[in-house]
């Protein structure tokens, strides 16, 4: 009989269970060591599992290098059925090595309509990460998509790969993409931008930029790209000490208080933007009035307040 879902905490208990016909698996381990033999002992598991539509595999600060990876995401050429994937391996030891296993593996699962795959605080650079996101254009069915490289080592080269990638994902409807603490500057971001805009079909898009070395000029080409995407009705975007997310009806600035905040004007023309909530990181009356005067240029806004908070 097929059970629904399993969920297991703890490794040894899913090693020596059962091998069902289970459509949902939920495997999570939370700050231990995993060994490689460890590692090699749940892969073994994992390949009984033949019919999984849905597998979440959460490895946070187990301390797994790169053979530890390939070995663990070896087993997922098994499942030909799988259409949600996710991958979390928070604060590990993966690096380029690492990365590669996991775009070769990912290459296999072209039913995929969402895969959500969080690498950060590693190890990954230009190669690792050109090899990880090479393998997205292969998923054309992909609808739902979250990546996060936070903290790694992405350059531009890496940059301009992922903005290939993305720029191949044409039927995107929701997309979230973590990629500040890195290295890449305008000509990576540009290269991500440009993807982006072939995204016609996004409706959500939440991205984070910030802390790379990217100039003024990069950080609104993003501005512009945000602009041109004709079904976007929701974006959340952070750049540090900027954070920008606005609905179809709302908009929600969080920004430094040296910043110039809306000096792009793809900002401060889009039709959409009704309701803006301005949040400073201390309160200044004459910094919230000089704001406030360049809010108000928005040409549909019908409602602006500033509240003083160091964080959303």
Not at 72 to 94: A, G, P, Y
Request: hydrophobic share 40%; glycine share 6%; with cysteine.
């Amino acid at each position: 009989m097929i059970s629904q879902k399993e969920i297991f905490d703890d490794l040894e208990k899913f090693i020596n269970s059962d091998k069902r016909d289970t459509i949902e698996l939920s495997l999570r381990t939370n700050g231990r060591n995993v060994s490689e033999k460890r590692v090699i002992e749940v892969s073994e598991a994992l390949a009984h599992y033949k019919n999984l539509i849905s597998l979440q595999l959460f490895f946070y600060y187990a301390k797994i290098g790169d053979i530890g990876v390939s070995i663990l995401v070896n087993s997922l050429s098994n499942f030909t059925k799988i259409k949600q994937l996710e991958i979390s391996l928070i604060d590990n030891q993966v690096g380029d090595d690492g990365a590669l296993a996991i775009g070769t593996a990912l290459g296999q699962l072209k039913n995929l309509a969402k895969l959500d795959l969080w690498i950060y605080h590693a190890k990954i650079g230009d190669i690792g990460i050109s090899s990880l996101v090479n393998s997205l254009s292969n998923f054309t069915m992909i609808k739902q998509l979250e990546i996060s490289l936070i903290d790694n080592q992405v350059g531009d080269d890496g940059a301009l790969a992922v903005g290939t990638a993305l720029g191949k994902l044409k039927n995107l409807t929701k997309l979230e993409i973590w990629i500040y603490l890195n290295k890449f500057g305008d000509r990576g971001a540009k290269k991500i931008e440009a993807g982006l805009r072939n995204c016609s079909e996004l409706k959500s898009l939440s991205i984070g930029i910030g802390t790379n070395n990217m100039s003024d000029e990069g950080y609104q080409e993003f501005d512009k790209c945000f602009a041109s995407l004709p079904n976007l009705f929701s974006l959340y975007c952070y750049i540090m000490q900027n954070l920008f997310f606005y609905l179809l009806f709302n908009c929600l600035f969080q920004i430094s208080d040296k910043e110039k905040l809306l000096k792009s004007r793809d900002i401060i023309e889009c039709k959409n933007i009704n309701v803006l909530t301005l949040f400073l990181e201390r309160s200044d009356k004459t910094v919230s009035f000089e704001h406030k005067v360049k809010a108000l240029k928005i040409k549909r806004l019908v409602k602006f307040s500033v509240r003083h908070s160091g964080y959303v």
